[in-house]
């Protein structure tokens, strides 16, 4: 049988099993795997009387048999398979005994930092898919252009948000009206070109696809808390990207008296 570990032993596992579950959060991770991935990281190395609570945007463990406890606020949210993947291979070595605490350490450490992908590669996936979904929803060559400019510039829009700290439902609020007047701006220049398809295109890169399927699958685990939270987070995106664009198409049959 191991020797149970020393009190500073054990504040250092309980410090890794919280990093790799606050990295596993932030990046996009179910509630339920992340709880299962720090169980099972606190076990590989002999944490005793493990206990983990993981809600959507905080974590909550002790071990009651040396009395430590951590709580951890998760306020940013988004979307970095590397990095789980990362905490995944970390977690999968552990319980296979390869992997020794103090290279573990370094290696969540490096995880949580791995870049994001460059801004001209997220500019360009976001013009690319924009211009997919176009066409997705009945668009042709020339819709399909649109949506490609109008992804564009909605990519380097969410990346000068993203640098100025703006609020997500602002984000989506203010990124769906640009995405709609780049849109009807277009299309007033292109003869025959219906701005519909490109719109919504393109607005498919705002929807909250993500957290809606996460708190559909929280529910349907009984996580009813952590499935409240992501659906209300669904909605208010939701909410914002229709206030944005349907105040822009508002405006422009307003003043052009043409609805779309």
Not at 15 to 38: I, K, S
Request: net charge neutral.
């Amino acid at each position: 049988m191991a020797e149970p570990l020393s009190r500073e032993e054990s504040g250092r596992v309980l410090a890794l099993v919280m990093q790799a579950g606050r990295t596993l959060l932030e990046n996009g991770a179910e509630v339920f795997r992340v709880q299962e991935t720090m169980t099972i990281m606190a076990e590989s190395y002999g944490l005793q009387n493990f206990n983990a609570y993981v809600l959507t945007n905080a974590l909550f463990s002790s071990a009651d048999g040396v009395g430590l406890s951590a709580v951890r606020d998760v306020p940013r949210r988004s979307v970095h398979l590397g990095r789980i993947e990362a905490v995944n291979e970390i977690s999968r070595e552990a319980a296979a005994g390869k992997l020794p605490l103090a290279q573990a350490e370094k290696r969540m450490r490096v995880a949580a930092q791995l870049p994001q992908p460059s801004a001209k590669a997220q500019i360009a996936a976001s013009a690319v898919g924009s211009f997919c979904f176009a066409f997705l929803f009945g668009g042709r060559m020339a819709e399909g252009c649109i949506a490609l400019l109008a992804g564009a510039a909605l990519g380097w829009f969410l990346l000068g948000c993203e640098a100025a700290h703006i609020s997500n439902l602002l984000r989506r609020l203010t990124g769906a009206a640009l995405i709609s007047i780049v849109c009807l701006v277009c299309s007033m220049l292109i003869t025959g070109a219906d701005p519909s398809p490109a719109i919504i295109g393109t607005l498919m890169i705002l929807t909250p696809g993500v957290a809606m399927t996460m708190g559909v699958r929280d529910f349907l685990r009984a996580d009813y808390l952590s499935g409240t939270i992501r659906l209300i987070d669904a909605l208010l995106i939701a909410g914002s990207i229709a206030a944005g664009t349907g105040l822009v198409l508002g405006l422009s049959g307003w003043l052009t008296g043409v609805t779309i």
